[in-house]
């Protein structure tokens, strides 16, 4: 049995200390990562990734930190990023015409890229909770936030920011959440490697963007999806609210819900997803 509270503090010396921006862009050399900056301490990646697609860094950047203090979610919710116990990091995107098409897609893209990426690392089956959540056991362990800038018609670039718990001392209190949370350490049952996994998530992004729009993005969520055959309540930020048995995702990534009045197709926009007894 492992004491969990050593383990974090094992991992901080180890993987946050000795973490700089020199070391990463060595990792990270046979990755389609451009540009990186590394931070121990900021207020959120996503922030700085905005103002660095304003100053014209090039597509694949990417902004990785250790702590942030001011993390977001959607909806101006806060996500907590503990020193030494996670991934926080956003990856810039200026898409091409072609990508524009299937822009819904991005945050489906995303979540693939993270499940699959904490798959093939550390053999942990994550589930996809639509729109942009990663859950193990049923509970939160990572959570993507996609915002995108039109500067017109054609040119607009995406930030993905992907936030990912790894170890105890990352789980948010009980005041901070909503949901239970959990760490892929738990899953895992013992110490895992932060950089190797963000390594295998760039990969696997570069991989599954060139197939946004393929039948196997959709298969893939599909089989990963939490809650499929289950009732869920889709709440949107004005106050709407449906009701529904989860289907699955359609091509251009919209939940489909079986409700008494047939198969609706719901948009990620502003929704948000609980379970019926939630
Ligand atoms: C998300 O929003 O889950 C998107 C989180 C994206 C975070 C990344 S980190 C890098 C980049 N920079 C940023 O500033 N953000 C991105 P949402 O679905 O709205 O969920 C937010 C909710 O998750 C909060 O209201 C809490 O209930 C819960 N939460 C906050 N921190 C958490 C954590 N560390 N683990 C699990 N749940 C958390």
């Given at each position: 049995m492992h004491n969990w509270a050593s383990i974090s503090e094992i991992r901080y010396e180890k993987t946050s200390k000795f973490m700089n921006e020199q070391t990463l862009i060595k990792l990270l050399s046979?990755?389609?990562?451009t540009r990186l900056r590394y931070f121990?301490?900021?207020?959120s990646t996503n922030d700085f990734a905005q103002d660095w697609i304003n100053a014209g860094t090039p597509d694949f950047s990417i902004v990785v930190a250790?702590?942030?203090?001011?993390g977001r979610g959607r909806l101006q919710r806060k996500w907590i990023t503990n020193p030494g116990a996670a991934l926080a990091f956003s990856v810039i995107f200026h898409l091409s015409p072609q990508e524009l098409t299937s822009a819904s897609l991005i945050p489906i893209m995303a979540a693939v890229s993270t499940t699959s990426a904490i798959f093939q690392q550390f053999s942990i089956q994550a589930q996809i909770k639509w729109p942009n959540d990663i859950l193990v056991s049923g509970m939160k362990t990572a959570g993507i936030l996609v915002e995108s800038t039109w500067f017109d018609e054609e040119n607009v670039s995406t930030v993905i920011g992907i936030g990912v718990n790894i170890s105890p001392a990352a789980l948010p209190s009980l005041d901070e959440t909503a949901l239970p949370a959990t760490c892929l350490e738990h899953a895992a049952g013992h110490p895992l490697d932060r950089w190797q996994l963000l390594k295998c998530i760039l990969i696997s992004m570069q991989e599954w963007r060139m197939n946004i729009n393929s039948e196997e993005l959709i298969k893939y969520v599909n089989n990963r999806?939490?809650?499929?055959?289950q009732r869920v309540y889709i709440n949107s930020s004005d106050g709407q609210s449906i009701s529904g048995i989860v289907q699955g995702v359609d091509s251009t990534g919209s939940l489909l819900l079986q409700t008494q009045d047939g198969v609706e197709s719901i948009h990620a926009g502003d929704v948000h997803l609980r379970l019926h007894n939630e």
């Open positions: 046979k990755t389609p990562v121990d301490t900021i207020n250790d702590q942030q203090t001011s999806m939490a809650y499929i055959g």
